[in-house]
Every structure is written in C-alpha cells, then in structure tokens.
C-alpha cells in the first residue's frame, strides 16, 4: 500500500499499473489524460522521449486519489484537486526543480493550480485556453440529411487532411501545431495518430471533416471538427461528427466525448442537437518566468 501523498516515476508503464483503473474510472472526465499518457507510451516504445515524462499518483487511504503527468514539452495535465490539494503539489514540484510551461485541467483545478504556482514560484500565468466538454449521450443523427455519406479517409486524402488541419489550427489560433505541421512533422502534431473521416458531396467532393482518437480506457474524442468557411452552413459538420460518432461506438467506446468552444453557440447547439451532453468545463493557463515576482 502506497503512503499517502504524491508519488512520481518516469516509469509510464509503473504509473499505469498503479493508476490505470483510477483513469478508465472516469474516462470521460479523464479523457485527456487517457490520450495524452497513451501518446507518451506509445512514444516511449519507438524510441522517442516518453522517459523524460514525469507522472504522478497521490494516494490516500491506499487509494489513488488522483494523478498528473508533465510531458517533456513541460505540459501538466492534472485531474480534479482541491484547492488545499493543489497547493500542496505546487509546493512539492517547485521544490523539486520542475517548470511546467503551461496547465491544463478542469477549470476549477487548472484556475487553483495556476494561483497556487504563482504563489510558490512568482510565475505568472495567463489563461489561454477554455473549453466545454461534452459527453454522447443516444446519438441523434441530424435531419433533414445533407446530400453526400460519410468516408473513412484514406492515403490518398493525406494531403488534404494535413491542408485541413492547419486551416483549423489558423482558425482557432493553435500555433503550436501549426509550427509542426509547417515544419513537416506531422506525426509529432496531435493530429498524427487521429483517424479522420470525411463528409462527401455526391461528386465525391470532400465537404468537412472529423477526427477521433484511437479507442483508449473506453474513450473515444473526436477532434477536430473542420468546414472550409465556404462549404458551413449546409450541415455537413453534423453530418461528419454523427459519422464519427457512430464509428467509435462500433469500435466498443464506452464514452465518445469532445470539446467545444464556449464563444461558439452555433456548434455547441449543433453537437447538442445530435445527442452531446455538456459535462463539463476545462482550462489552459499558461505560465511566464522572466515576470517580476509580485510583491
């Protein structure tokens, strides 16, 4: 039985076997994680930089309470904490030496951490990041039906896939990926593992797009959703997001999730229409240390 407390390794697969149940207790509520820890061991197993991870479980009354995980980009990913428990685990990483570049969890978490570390370390932080997570509840496919049917995308769509993404990215600001993908590096972008489908006209004109991740503790994301701004309003996007869904269900997801932009009414109002519900909301924030410390 662990002692209660956090406890870190560099060892993913160690961690799993520890907190993996903890995760797929919640997979939609984790589901970040769930992918995210996925990709670090997936990394690890072909050679890539997965043991410069750190993860970490807290343990409470020989339970896992909790974990986070510090990818090597400086990512921190944390699932639900107390305030109490998050000031806790700043003081515990700032006096081991380790400087996430920016949080990411569910909005109270995330905003409580990033008041926490600035505390500690004198880092300011900068929310840049909020979002509306919902849950598919029964999938309500949209009527009427645009004209055209769903397609699994192939080798041939590479192209017009990585196209596709880095116009999303422009869209929502997402210069990170846009770096990657620019750079040539698609596999290393969020997008490389993704499974796409798209949306056709009945020329077999590609009209939108969706993602999903690989199966994983029950979980299926679909991410991203993409239209070119000339083909919105037609449908398509409910068209392409119900395909997705329907295919993750018939992959054995237990829980198909995605995330919605807040500032959006138009397609949270579209993924509710076709059977999402909101379950919760989540936070970026990102931390600068070349600021003064306060006070």
């Known amino acids: 039985m662990l002692p209660d407390g956090w406890h870190l390794t ?39 930089d ?50 996430p570049a920016h949080v990411i969890a569910d909005h109270d978490t995330a905003g409580a951490f990033a008041e926490s570390w600035q505390r500690h370390t004198g880092a300011a932080s900068l929310p840049f990041w909020r979002t509306h ?15 055209g049917r769903g397609r699994v995308v192939g080798v041939r769509d590479r192209d017009q896939v990585v196209r596709w993404c880095r116009e999303f ?15 040539g ?11 796409f489908t798209f949306w056709e006209t009945p020329d077999g004109t590609p009209a939108s797009m969706a993602a999903a991740t690989s199966l994983v503790g ?23 997001t119900a395909e997705a869904s329907r295919a993750a269900l018939a992959a054995g997801a237990t829980d198909v999730v995605l995330f919605t932009d807040p500032g959006n009414p138009t397609s949270n109002a579209l993924y509710r229409r076709i059977g999402y519900v909101h379950v919760a909301d989540f936070a970026g924030h990102r931390f600068s240390y070349d600021a003064p410390q306060a006070g």
Do not use: K
């Open 169 to 183: 990215c422009v869209d929502v600001g997402e210069q990170p990926s846009i770096g990657l993908i620019d750079a």
């Open 185 to 195: 590096n698609w596999d290393d972008s969020r997008f490389g593992d993704r499974h």
């Open 50 to 99: 997965a043991e410069a991870a750190v993860f970490g479980r807290l343990a409470s009354g020989g339970q896992v309470r909790a974990i986070l995980y510090l990818t090597p980009h400086g990512r921190l990913g944390l699932t639900p904490l107390s305030p109490e428990q998050t000031d806790a685990l700043a003081a515990h990483l700032g006096g081991l030496g380790l400087s």
């Open 10 to 48: 560099q060892d993913v697969d160690d961690f799993l076997a520890g907190a993996g149940d903890f995760l797929r207790s919640r997979p939609a509520l984790h589901n970040t994680p769930l992918t995210d820890i996925e990709r670090l061991r997936t990394r690890r197993t072909t050679g890539h």
């Open 133 to 147: 997570l919902y849950r598919l509840g029964t999938l309500t496919p949209p009527l009427p039906r645009p004209e």
């Open 218 to 240: 029950g979980m299926v994301r679909v991410d991203p959703v993409y239209t070119p701004a000339r083909l919105r309003g037609h449908g398509y996007a409910g068209a392409v």
